[in-house]
């Protein structure tokens, strides 16, 4: 009968007739299907929430699958080559140790001065200066910076910089300036860094 009873009284149900304010004065009908509703609604927005949650979560492990993937293929790769990787290196050792070997353990200066000299007159300039510049500690090698400054033909300070590659040491040039010094454009004024090595015994 009560079932018949609700039936009868949601037929008979005007919604004009519900009053929001005094909810609990509702047919009993009625406040069943608004709860079954609003538990249907609290439902359905927790598992979307969830779901969204879930979803950001498995995003994150996708990318640091494919990083872990990514990384171990990197790793497995050196692995199968690290044989090849050691004779590598054992040759690069071989090498440097030759290279090392060709720097002197001094940096024979007053040769290495007097040969530059030789080459600027040789080549018609005049020297201005030679200044031996502080030593410059590096890690496995000590470098001399030595500074020139020389007056020449365009020609003359060419050939000189080219016979600077042919001394018996080794010898680099860096930061050169060339200006003209006075009215005669023939005679250039040229500033220029020479720097020799030396091997860097630390015993």
């Not at 020139?148 to 040491?169: C, K, N």
């Not at 040039?173 to 004024?189: E, K, R, Y």
């Amino acid at each position: 009968m009560a079932l018949q009873d609700s039936l009868r009284s949601l037929n008979e149900l005007d919604i004009n007739d519900l009053n929001f304010e005094n909810i609990g004065s509702w047919p009993g009908p009625v406040k069943f299907i608004l709860c079954v509703l609003l538990l249907a609604g609290v439902i359905a927005g927790g598992y979307y929430y969830h779901v969204e949650d879930l979803q950001l979560q498995l995003q994150r492990v996708e990318a640091e699958e494919v990083k872990l993937r990514e990384e171990f293929e990197s790793k497995a790769f050196q692995a199968a080559n690290l044989d090849a990787y050691r004779q590598q290196m054992k040759e690069m050792e071989e090498s440097f140790g030759a290279l090392v070997s060709q720097l002197p353990s001094d940096t024979e200066v007053p040769g290495l001065l007097e040969d530059i000299t030789n080459k600027g007159l040789l080549n018609g300039l005049e020297i201005g200066s030679i200044d031996l510049q502080p030593e410059q500690s590096r890690e496995f090698y000590v470098e001399l910076p030595i500074a020139i400054q020389a007056v020449g033909s365009y020609h003359d300070l060419g050939a000189f910089v080219s016979g600077m590659a042919g001394l018996p040491r080794i010898v680099t040039l860096h930061n050169f300036s060339i200006s003209a010094p006075g009215a005669n454009t023939n005679q250039l004024g040229m500033s220029i860094t020479a720097k020799t090595y030396r091997y860097k015994d630390e015993g």
